[in-house]
């Protein structure tokens, strides 16, 4: 499931990048749980919740369904 994971946040990670920020997993829980770090103009974002909760966690659902939520730490 990791592999998994770190696929897909390289898929999402240029796109951050394009904005100024990046990503960083931090760890994935046995519940399911991803935990990342936004770094970059994403970690004091106003936008990142949305960003985060609509954007990355949407899509490393649909890569990786046992994914349950993505959270920021």
């Known amino acids: 499931m990791e592999k998994e994971v770190r696929k897909a946040l390289e898929e999402i990670r240029p796109h951050l990048q394009a904005d100024g920020g990046d990503i960083e997993l931090v760890e994935i829980?046995?519940?399911?749980?991803?935990?990342?770090?936004?770094?970059?103009?994403?970690?004091?974002?106003?936008?990142?919740?949305?960003?985060?909760t609509q954007g990355i966690e949407q899509f490393i659902k649909r890569r990786v369904p046992q994914i349950l939520r993505v959270e920021a730490v």
């Open 29 to 52: 829980t046995e519940e399911g749980v991803v935990k990342v770090r936004l770094t970059g103009a994403c970690a004091g974002c106003p936008m990142r919740q949305m960003t985060l």
